[in-house]
C-alpha cells in the first residue's frame, strides 16, 4: 500500500497570502494523484486531478504541481473561503489512499 | 445535476451487520465506476471499496476485506454496501463516491451516512 504524507499537519496563513501545502508518496505514483478541499459539515469536493488539472469549478488561484513522489498544492493568495482541509489522494493503482490532511487556518 | 443520496446508516452493535444504500441520479450510472469513503468522527478520509461500471471488477481496503461486500443495481441506479462483522472502527461516516470516467479522482460525493458501531 502507497502511504501518503502531507505536510504540515496545520498551516497558519493570513489571508491575501500564499498557501503551500505538500504531499510525498511513499513510492512513484507517476501524476496520479488528487486534491479535496473539504470545509467543516461539509463533503469534499475535488480542486485538481491528475496532479494539475483543475477541477471544473476550482479557481485559478488554486494549482497543483509534482510527479512521482513529490506534490505540492499551491494557494496563490487566501480568500476567506479556502480556510478548509485539505487532501491529497493516489490513485496510481489500489489501494487508492489519502493523506492525513492538511489543515490551513486563519492566521 | 448528480445526487447521491446514501441510507441504511446507524446504530449496530459490534459484530453486527448494515447494509448501506445509494441512489444515484443525474447521469447514466451503469457507465461509472462507483465506491465507498469513509470518514471517522474527526478524522481523514479512507477508500473502502470500488465497484467496475458492470459490477464485475471490485476492490476493497485490506481493513475492510472478507467482512464488507460491494455491488451494484444497473437498473435501478443503486450501490450497495453490505457491511459484516462490524466493529468500533469501522464507525464512520460513509460516502458514496463517482469516479471520474478519466482519473480515480472522485468528482462527486454524497453526502454520507453515519454508522456507529457500539455496545
Known amino acids: 500500500e502507497i502511504v501518503m504524507t502531507q505536510s504540515p499537519v496545520t498551516l497558519s496563513v493570513s489571508p491575501g497570502e500564499r498557501a503551500t501545502l505538500s504531499c510525498r508518496a511513499s513510492?512513484?505514483?507517476?501524476?496520479?494523484l488528487a486534491w479535496y478541499q473539504q470545509k467543516p459539515g461539509q463533503t469534499p469536493r475535488l480542486l485538481i486531478y491528475?496532479?494539475?488539472t483543475g477541477a471544473t469549478g476550482t479557481p485559478a488561484r488554486f494549482s497543483g504541481s509534482g510527479s512521482g513522489t513529490e506534490f505540492t498544492l499551491t494557494i496563490s493568495s487566501l480568500q476567506s473561503e479556502d480556510f478548509a482541509v485539505y487532501y491529497c489522494?493516489?490513485?496510481?493503482?489500489?489501494?487508492?489512499?489519502f493523506g492525513q490532511g492538511t489543515k490551513v487556518e486563519i492566521k | 445535476e448528480v445526487q447521491l443520496v446514501e441510507s441504511g446508516g446507524g446504530l449496530v452493535q459490534p459484530g453486527g451487520s448494515l447494509r448501506l444504500s445509494c441512489a444515484a441520479s443525474?447521469?447514466?450510472?451503469?457507465?461509472?465506476?462507483m465506491g465507498w469513503v469513509r470518514q471517522p468522527p474527526g478524522k481523514g478520509l479512507e477508500w473502502v471499496s470500488i465497484v467496475s461500471p458492470s459490477g464485475d471488477r471490485t476492490y476493497y481496503a485490506d481493513s475492510v476485506k472478507g467482512r464488507f461486500t460491494i455491488s451494484r443495481d444497473n437498473s435501478k441506479n443503486i450501490l450497495y454496501l453490505q457491511m459484516n462483522s462490524l466493529t468500533a472502527e469501522d464507525t464512520a461516516l460513509y460516502y458514496c463516491?463517482?469516479?471520474?470516467?478519466?482519473?480515480?479522482?472522485?468528482?462527486?460525493w454524497g453526502q454520507g451516512t453515519l454508522v456507529t458501531v457500539s455496545s
Open positions: 443525474g447521469f447514466t450510472f451503469y457507465t461509472f465506476n
Open positions: 489522494q493516489h490513485y496510481n493503482n489500489w489501494p487508492w489512499t
Open positions: 491528475d496532479s494539475s
Open positions: 513510492q512513484s505514483i507517476s501524476n496520479k
Open positions: 463516491a463517482k469516479r471520474s470516467p478519466a482519473t480515480g479522482a472522485i468528482d462527486s
